[in-house]
């Protein structure tokens, strides 16, 4: 059983930056996720356990930068050059294996799931 914890989230201008975390109890291929209201939770970017491997959403490529710190098996996200429509809930989540990369996008590829953390960007 891998437990996430989350954080880092907040209110934000449009314009600005910020950066969420994700601790986890073991070394994991980790993902995030994000879910604005009425919408369907949709893949943000994943990176494998050695951190060799990211991919991101297009909506977000050239913006958001994953990376990790397998010392503290933690995962992070910075985010730049917020929008309006990044507000969300960022979720955090794990997978003991590496995904297929076809899978990488999938909510079903994750065992594992963060409680989420609340992005929201002003105009």
């Known amino acids: 059983q891998v437990q996430l914890v989350e954080s880092g989230g907040g209110l934000v201008q449009a314009g600005g930056s910020l950066r969420l975390s994700c601790a986890a109890s073991g070394r994991t291929f980790m993902g995030w996720f994000r879910q604005a209201p009425g919408r369907e939770r949709e893949f943000v970017v994943a990176?494998?356990?050695?951190?060799?491997?990211?991919s991101y959403a297009d909506s977000v490529k050239g913006r958001f930068t994953i990376s990790r710190d397998n010392a503290k098996n933690t995962v992070y996200l910075q985010m730049n050059s917020l929008k309006p429509e990044d507000t969300a809930v960022y979720y955090c989540a794990a997978r003991n294996g590496e995904p297929g990369p076809a899978l990488v996008a999938s909510m079903r590829a994750y065992d594992y799931w963060g409680q989420g953390t609340q992005v929201t960007v002003s105009s």
């Open positions: 990176i494998s356990k050695s951190g060799g491997y990211t």
